[in-house]
């Protein structure tokens, strides 16, 4: 059966493409500039830290997206791991710049298959919501969560724009 080609171009519109996956770096001491950088936005709360993320320029910034990945390594079995939690956008006061907070990793959970024996390993299991955000060289992207959370990216980059018939 041959999908109807609107769908088919709706469908090709959408997808997008990984270009590149990497690690937030946890703030320790930022330069000069980037300490101007970050001065709109607050200082981690206790239990919290604070992730940043200094994209490169590209002269392509609106055909690209930044997904933001949020978890930590922990060991699984052959089940699908994901914890809860949800990633907030707030605006830093004064400024107008959004910023990302994870309040609390939520519990984790799994599909319940019965796994075959030595199939626990090391993996990084993420919460369920991984957002796609706004590629923009010219701010960092601030993430605040859990001290033992660990802040990973993603950049996605969009496919020719198609036309529906």
């Not at 055909?63 to 949800?86: P, S």
């Not at 626990?120 to 955000?133: K, M, S």
Request: net charge neutral; hydrophobic share 40%; aromatic share 8%.
């Amino acid at each position: 059966m041959k999908l109807p080609s609107i769908l088919f171009a709706g469908v090709a519109a959408l997808t997008l493409s990984a270009c590149a996956t990497a690690q937030a770096m946890t703030e320790t001491a930022p330069s000069s500039e980037q300490a101007d950088a970050l001065k709109a936005f607050p200082a981690a709360t206790a239990g919290q830290a604070r992730h940043v993320v200094n994209l490169p320029s590209r002269s392509d910034e609106d055909a690209l997206k930044v997904e933001l990945i949020l978890g930590k390594t922990q060991t699984v079995d052959c089940n699908r791991q994901f914890f809860g939690g949800r990633l907030e956008t707030r605006t830093a006061e004064g400024w107008g710049y959004d910023y990302y907070v994870l309040p609390a990793l939520g519990n984790a959970a799994s599909t319940l298959m019965a796994c075959p024996p030595g199939s626990e390993r090391q993996a990084f299991v993420t919460t369920q919501e991984q957002p796609l955000i706004r590629y923009n060289s010219r701010l960092p992207v601030v993430v605040y969560a859990p001290s033992d959370v660990e802040v990973r990216y993603r950049v996605w980059r969009a496919g020719e724009t198609q036309t529906a018939r």
